[in-house]
């Protein structure tokens, strides 16, 4: 059987808005811009796809508007979902407001993608080989977040386990945080939810340091590749197989048009690449290269293809 990743990081709908600037609390804007897609870990999900590697898509899918385009995008991606089918309730969406440099700022709205199940879970079976991606909102949600603690400490040996925390990566509880982070293979943070899970006021290695600190500390993690990104400065990574060794990997500039999704694809390369028996110093590379393409674009799902990758840079 071919390696495969199996993504439990919920699929929702973003909806893009494009804004001059942020209004102020009671204020308003006027969009420059629209757009409705798949988004969330549908994100992911294509990134590793579009890089030849088989992914399944474990958790839930609603029945109602945004269930059809999630539904659609999977599919129209080669991308196998797996949950147990809902009779009612649709899938969430996020509101992202994209500002002229590309940040994006997010209300969340959670859908029936909130509420995985065991039963959903039996339908898969990840093997030795294969890697299990999960992120913050989906260790956050009271019913996803009990569910995940539970499944992902039992698989087994050989199973990369990968979490993305995400914003949310303070609104764990303690109990979930502590059952899974044992678990996991690989962790990866942008600069912010570094500094929140670290306390750390730094950047660059300085800033990986402090997170190292931690998950040897109170965390627990042992032996885990880290990995911070830095958006338009690439990413600092350490553990796993790198060992000790520190890996500073710049990123191309480029004109950033939407940041949006720029993480998951950043993520989802990764495991591609992982899963496939690729070195991590070589992942890493492919992975801050393919974030790089994606922020060029509008839209959250905009990884690279394997082709557009294998394109030299300029």
Known sequence: MEPTVYSLESALVDVAIDVPALPERGGDVVATGTRVNAGGGFNLASAVARQGVRCVYAAPVGVGRYGDVIRAALAAEGVTATAVPRTHGDSGF??????????RTFVTSAGVESALSVED????APAPGDAVVVSGYDLAYPATGPVLAGWLPTLPAGVLVALDPGPLVLEVPADRWDRVIGRVDL??????????????TASGVALLEAVRAVSAGSVGMGGALLVVREGADGCVATGGALGSRVVSVP??????????????IHTGVLLARLVSGTPVDEALVDAVRAAAIAVRKPGSATGPTRAELAQPEG
């Open 94 to 103: 996020a509101v992202a407001l994209v500002e002229p440099d590309g940040e």
């Open 121 to 124: 879970l039996a339908t898969i």
């Open 187 to 200: 962790l990866t943070v942008n600069q912010r939810e570094a500094r929140l899970l670290s306390g750390s």
């Open 251 to 264: 990123a191309p500039k480029v004109p950033a048009v939407d940041t949006t999704g720029a993480g998951d």
